[in-house]
């Protein structure tokens, strides 16, 4: 796995019973002189409404492989932002250095790979008075590893989706509904 040009992965873990916490980050992994790296470098850039920020574990401490946290929806709010730049980027940055720990990103990459990672956060997380900031870690967390798990070791698989392909259905969309 010493050239990794272009690897997608994605997960989604749900929020506790009633809180709107759900993470769903869509990974893009790859070297950073191969296509992803590039986009990594195109997207430095700051575009209204849609601030990119590295993974930091804390100040000083920018996780590596070096990845860039876009968010999915527009930011309206700093209360918005201080969720992306806290909790949310602490989860990612957790989630990306422990998945070196444990072997899923091979140790002697991390200089030579990049990650983009897009991050959903719910608009009515931001002004949910109940939130739990421990369910909004602990699912940017889970997510984030099992999107990076999923990315390189290619799942699903082209034969789990064909196998599953009538029998599993979008959680937001029931076409027999």
Not at 9 to 29: H, K, N, R, S
Request: with cysteine; aromatic share 6%; charged share 20%.
């Amino acid at each position: 796995m010493s050239t990794l040009h272009f690897k997608t992965g994605e997960a989604t873990v749900f929020a506790a019973d009633g809180q709107y916490t759900d993470a769903m980050p869509e990974i893009l992994i790859g070297n950073v002189d191969g296509p992803v790296g590039h986009a990594f470098a195109n997207m430095m850039g700051q575009t209204a409404g849609h601030t990119r920020m590295f993974a930091i574990r804390a100040c000083n401490q920018m996780v590596k492989p070096a990845t860039l946290m876009v968010p999915k929806v527009t930011i309206k709010n700093s209360a918005t932002i201080n969720l992306l730049g806290g909790v949310v980027q602490a989860a990612t940055a957790d989630a990306v250095l422990d998945s070196v720990i444990e072997g899923v990103i091979p140790r002697d990459l991390v200089n030579s790979l990049c990650i983009i990672s897009l991050v959903w956060l719910d608009p009515q997380c931001v002004t949910d008075p109940n939130r739990d900031d421990k369910d909004l870690y602990r699912t940017n967390y889970e997510a984030t590893k099992l999107a990076i798990k999923r990315a390189l070791n290619d799942e699903p698989t082209i034969e789990e989706l064909i196998a599953n392909r009538h029998t599993i259905k979008h959680e937001m969309y029931d076409p027999e509904a």
